[in-house]
């Protein structure tokens, strides 16, 4: 399994907007580096040596030097460990209720994608034969956490435990036009989305004890609330 997130360098094209310009001044530069910086690190999946080739080439399009680019991130990360210092917060009882998951068959991925993108590539190569939803948590997601507290899970089915129900015939029926076996393609796909969901919002509020917003809709995420996140950084 995947475990650093930035390990390739698929994050210049999901963590770094293609609409950035830079401001009018060294200072202003800088004040937007360390705001991104602090929202990379913050959630503590990313180190300092996996955040500084980030934090460069966001500083190198704002117009900042590479010098000062490391000393905001330095800064950066000795505040935040102070932080971590204090002791454990919701990250706690949100791990709890991954662990969870992974007993109930979902395949988890949090912290250790770039974007959702790179994660539901190895959703599908990386899941155990009992597994039939995944939950995804990438790092651009997790970059909500230090000022929403709050993290965003994607979710959905896994392909290979629906051939059962969206069998070949009904997916021939289907694609040929078959309003009938659109709509149950439809209804299924809802209904496993649905289900996948809400595995996701009752291990957050009935094992974890944390809030979540989901409108229990498919096509959506549990936006799970975690006040008090303290993750300690990796090494």
């Not at 002791?87 to 395949?107: I, M, N, Y």
């Not at 909500?144 to 959905?156: G, N, Q, Y």
């Not at 309003?179 to 809802?190: N, P």
Request: with cysteine; charged share 25%; aromatic share 6%.
């Amino acid at each position: 399994m995947t475990t650093h997130p930035l390990a390739d360098d698929h994050w210049r094209t999901c963590l770094i907007s293609p609409y950035l310009q830079a401001p009018g001044s060294a200072e202003a530069a800088a004040f937007f580096v360390r705001t991104y910086a602090r929202d990379l690190v913050f959630p503590g999946f990313v180190s300092i040596d996996e955040a500084r080739p980030v934090v460069r080439r966001y500083a190198e399009v704002l117009g900042l030097d590479e010098g000062p680019a490391d000393r905001v991130l330095a800064e950066v990360v000795d505040a935040r460990i102070a932080e971590t210092a204090t002791g454990p917060g919701s990250e706690v009882p949100f791990a709890t209720a991954l662990d969870h998951l992974r007993d109930q068959g979902v395949v988890v991925r949090v912290g250790l994608d770039c974007c959702r993108d790179r994660a539901l590539e190895r959703v599908e190569r990386e899941h155990g034969d009992r597994d039939r939803s995944f939950a995804v948590a990438a790092i651009d997601d997790l970059m909500k956490v230090a000022r929403a507290a709050r993290i965003d899970v994607s979710f959905s089915y896994l392909d290979g435990a629906m051939v059962d129900v969206l069998t070949p015939e009904l997916n021939a029926r289907a694609a040929g036009g078959d309003r009938e076996a659109q709509a149950t393609w439809l209804r299924t796909v809802d209904d496993a989305e649905r289900v996948a969901g809400g595995l996701i919002a009752s291990a957050m509020q009935d094992v974890a004890g944390l809030d979540v917003t989901w409108n229990g809709t498919a096509q959506d995420t549990v936006g799970v609330h975690v006040p008090g996140w303290s993750r300690p950084l990796p090494v």
